[in-house]
């Protein structure tokens, strides 16, 4: 059976940092949403979260 | 140049991008001062509705702030990256000049549009998340879209995307929205067109040459002056009537009423100079462009002195108004 999964194109070693650097920003991003969501929640919800855990 | 044109744009990748290509991408300029404006409206509830909101929850709607408006640059710059291509000004922008492709920054806007909507509604509330959506597709949608390159009205009834930060932040401290924020707004609003209009008398070769129809390029450069000047004489007095709702104080109605002078002044001067035109004197183009520069100055003290006098204290009522 071939393989028709297209083939990654060759990156040089400049674009693959930055593709790195861009996938580690993307991350912290990620990240940062959710951190902000959970102070958003807890903050709204103010005594009433510890009370429940 | 219709819109398949522009959405079907490929521009060749010529250089890894940097973090300071995807902050480019999102107007950070412009983005300083929507939130600049957010902020006093947001500190202008407060101190005069007397509802207070949380710290924290005021940090994260004002976070939300500046990523809506971030994914509202990022969007009209993925559109907008054929005319980039083509003025000078705009052709070292990161989509034109081969650092992000054009589908990763409509990525990266829509993304951030429902991240900023959602941000804004859990910190806030729904009608200050409705007005931020609005206020996106207004620009990212309406403006950019449909106005830019149809009408030399574009700026005009463009301008509202502008004028809703302040609108947006009393509303996410009250939950509703009054007189005084939507005065915020019409200041915004009118400050608008003298201020784009001032840059394109001194770009308007460029934007001719990308088949934007600002009006200098459709009017000529005579009648953007006119306007420049109608507009100016409109906003002048418009600036100071806060002072007469209570929302400006002593600050605020001495600042709006000198830099509203100093503002009509330097209109005038371009009103009489033969800035836009053919051949316009070097003298004439300064004008223009201390015109521009004044009108960022204008809008920024204004909301500052706002600022000082709802988030610092120094709000005296001026006798015999409040």
């Known amino acids: ?53 | 140049m219709s819109s398949t044109d522009a959405s079907d744009l490929q521009l060749p990748r010529t250089r890894p991008a940097t973090a300071v290509d995807y902050v480019q991408l999102m107007k950070p300029r412009i983005m300083m001062l929507v939130v600049f404006t957010a902020l006093a409206g947001l500190v202008a509830a407060q101190s005069v509705t007397g509802v207070s909101i949380n710290p924290v929850m005021a940090g994260i709607a004002t976070l939300a702030v500046a990523l809506g408006s971030g994914a509202a640059g990022a969007i009209n710059m993925w559109y907008d990256a054929d005319i980039d291509s083509v003025m000078k000004r705009t052709s070292t922008r990161p989509i034109p000049s081969g650092a992000v492709p054009r589908d990763e920054a409509l990525a990266m806007g829509l993304i951030m549009s429902g991240v900023s909507v959602l941000l804004m509604w859990l910190a806030s509330n729904a009608l200050a998340a409705g007005l931020l959506a609005l206020s996106i597709a207004y620009y990212g949608w309406f403006y950019t879209m449909l106005l830019k390159r149809r009408t030399p009205q574009n700026i005009v009834v463009g301008g509202a995307a502008g004028a809703f930060p302040p609108v947006i932040g009393w509303a996410a401290v009250t939950g509703s929205t009054t007189l005084d924020a939507w005065l915020l707004f019409a200041i915004i609003f009118f400050w608008t067109p003298p201020h784009f209009w001032a840059l394109s008398l001194l770009a308007h070769k460029e934007y001719e040459k990308a088949g934007v129809p600002m009006l200098p390029v459709t009017h000529g450069a005579a009648a953007t002056r006119n306007q420049i000047l109608a507009y100016t004489i409109f906003l002048a007095p418009l600036g100071a009537l806060p002072v007469f709702t209570g929302l400006g104080g002593v600050v605020y109605a001495v600042v709006s009423v000198i830099l509203g002078a100093a503002f009509l002044y330097l209109a005038a001067r371009v009103w009489r100079s033969d800035a836009g035109d053919a051949g316009a004197a070097p003298a004439s183009l300064k004008k223009a462009k201390g015109l521009f520069g004044f009108s960022i100055l204008y809008l920024f003290l204004l909301f500052a002195a706002l600022i000082a006098e709802h988030g610092f204290g120094a709000y005296i009522a001026v006798p015999g108004l409040a």
């Open chain 1, 1 to 53: 059976m071939s393989d028709d999964r297209p083939t990654p194109p060759d990156l040089d070693d400049e674009a693959r940092k930055a593709q790195k650097r861009r996938n580690l920003w993307l991350a912290l991003a990620l990240v940062a949403f959710v951190v902000l969501v959970i102070v958003t929640t807890m903050v709204r919800l103010g005594g009433g979260v510890p009370e429940r855990m």
